[in-house]
């Protein structure tokens, strides 16, 4: 069985859009009104909205990953990475300290060129409190990185990524690809739901880092998205994910 990065023409994505096009459009429309609506909403107003988004996202996006944060925990430390709280709120679990000031990183800064120290950074922040992987490096043991199912004794293989030896160049290529293909630039496309999409499903076949992959990607996609709104997109993209999880099994 040959994966999508031992193809010859990897990574050249190709698709088409015709069967999304209605997507793709009402996206771009309802985008544009909530902009509108965020616009006229008083600043304390937006600010609650954002820390709403930014909890919401941080749980389910970790949940996705089998980590059961506490909501008060995540809420106190997003309020606390975007200054909004007069005194520092005490959080004693250092995961929820962590996805939340990756969660606000990102948002803050997602006009921002994708780096490789943007991506250590969120790593390292991510991985707060956890001494079992290599924290802010690209993963570099011999063994395979597989995406297994299945019970013990009977697992299945569902995907193996490229050589360890390999993600560095494979990561340089993906950060040359984000910043090329961004608003305004050289190889930019256009429709910016199909650029996240190709920006997740790209570095998700990398799989660069020991743990973490998919939260990061998740954020990658955001980015994506807040980039081409010129505002940072509101909406909760691994709520989204969850709730199409048993369509998206099917195909």
Do not use: C
């Not at 490229?162 to 630039?185: D, L, R």
């Amino acid at each position: 069985m040959k994966y999508n990065w031992q193809q010859k023409d990897w990574p050249e994505f190709k698709y088409s859009t015709v069967e999304v096009e209605k997507d793709l459009y009402a996206f771009s429309e309802r985008a544009g009104r909530l902009n509108g609506a965020m616009e006229v909403l008083p600043e304390e107003l937006q600010f609650e909205s954002i820390v709403d988004l930014l909890v919401a996202e941080a749980l389910k996006t970790s949940e996705i990953e089998g980590e059961y944060l506490s909501r008060k925990d995540v809420m106190s430390s997003i309020r606390n990475n975007l200054g909004l709280n007069s005194k520092r709120e005490a959080v004693k679990d250092q995961r929820a300290q962590g996805v939340s000031q990756m969660m606000v990183d990102a948002q803050k800064h997602f006009q921002k060129p994708l780096s490789e120290r943007v991506l250590f950074n969120w790593h390292a922040m991510l991985m707060k409190g956890s001494s079992a992987v290599n924290m802010a490096a690209w993963r570099d043991h011999n063994e395979p990185m597989q995406v297994i199912s299945g019970a013990m004794g009977r697992e299945i293989v569902n995907y193996e990524a490229p050589p360890s030896s390999t993600v560095p160049i494979e990561m340089k290529n993906f950060i040359n690809w984000f910043n090329n293909t961004a608003p305004g630039s050289n190889e930019e496309i256009k429709q910016p739901v199909i650029r996240a999409a190709v920006a997740h499903l790209y570095f998700e076949s990398i799989h660069p880092f020991e743990d973490g992959n998919g939260r990061i990607g998740r954020a990658i996609s955001k980015k994506a998205l807040s980039q081409y709104l010129q505002r940072p997109v509101l909406l909760s993209l691994s709520k989204a994910i969850e709730a199409k999880k048993k369509i998206i099994m099917k195909l």
